[in-house]
């Protein structure tokens, strides 16, 4: 089958169009149904062998938006299930723009001249934010002392631990950084120190080393999944901001391999176009 995969950067969508298979077909195990027999994703959200503690199990897909021709420097062909919210963009839905200090939004202006700064598109792992709002799914699998977010950009994985160990007070910065979690009724809190600088979105909106980054991740039924990050990062912001990602879950399929380096020729793609507009 003929798939694309779509880099985003800047201020801008590169469309890498590469042959792959089929996304590998499995059956889904346990899905409530409506009366018709339809997967009913409005279904109570289901609970861990406990009987209380909401489950977050599944794999996931961002929410989209549809990719708009006109708008769209390098078109549509290859987002034909649309756009996510916030990979590019991280101010869409949002009620304010991130409050930059000084410093931080002239590096904003000068990420939008120059799309080649944007780490993914020299195949670097994603910030935690991202990894949340990235083309590809993510796969939750949860226990009752830890959770394993698997994400099929480059086979990265996260883990939050959920056993009450404290965050570390000297860490040694990661990509991911280090998340310990903890419940608040329905929703996991999870708190991340550590990060490895990097951009929180396609826009070059940065995240220090100074980043704490808190997530309220809630199922709000079967078939949704509700993500409120917000940043404290008083070296890159005046302020803590939040914003809200949504995602769906994806019934009979798993995850495949994405390996962006394999083949890469964004980055050249991205200089050259910027060398022609200069």
């Not at 962006?260 to 507009?277: F, M, S, T, V, Y």
């Amino acid at each position: 089958m003929l798939a694309g995969r779509i880099m985003a950067t800047g201020g801008m969508i590169v469309s890498v169009t590469v042959i792959l298979p089929a996304q590998w077909s499995v059956t889904t195990k346990g899905v409530p149904t409506t009366p018709d027999g339809k997967p009913n994703l409005h279904a109570p959200a289901p609970k861990m062998t406990d009987g209380r503690t909401p489950d977050l199990s599944g794999l996931w897909d961002v929410e989209k938006r549809p990719c708009i021709e006109a708008t769209s420097p390098f078109g549509c062909s290859d987002a034909l299930d649309g756009v996510p919210v916030g990979f590019i963009n991280v101010t869409t839905g949002a009620a304010e723009t991130p409050p930059l200090q000084p410093w931080a939004e002239a590096l904003v202006k000068q990420y939008a001249d120059d799309a080649s700064l944007d780490p993914n598109l020299r195949c670097l792992p994603h910030a935690p934010s991202r990894m949340w709002v990235h083309f590809v799914m993510r796969k939750i699998i949860q226990l009752p002392d830890s959770l394993m977010i698997l994400d099929e950009y480059m086979g990265q994985y996260r883990q939050i631990f959920l056993d009450g160990r404290p965050l570390p007070k000297d860490p040694e910065p990661m990509f991911k950084g280090y998340s310990v979690g903890r419940w608040e009724g329905d929703a996991l809190v999870v708190e991340t120190i550590g990060i490895k600088e990097n951009w929180f979105n396609g826009e070059g909106y940065p995240l220090t080393g100074q980043a704490r980054i808190i997530e309220r991740i809630r199922r709000l039924d079967y078939g949704n999944l509700e993500v409120e990050v917000t940043v404290d990062d008083p070296k890159a912001y005046t302020k803590p901001w939040t914003r809200t990602i949504k995602l769906t879950l994806v019934l009979d399929m798993d995850l495949l391999e994405y390996i962006c380096n394999e083949n890469e020729k964004d980055l050249q793609i991205i200089i050259n176009a910027g060398k022609a507009k200069n």
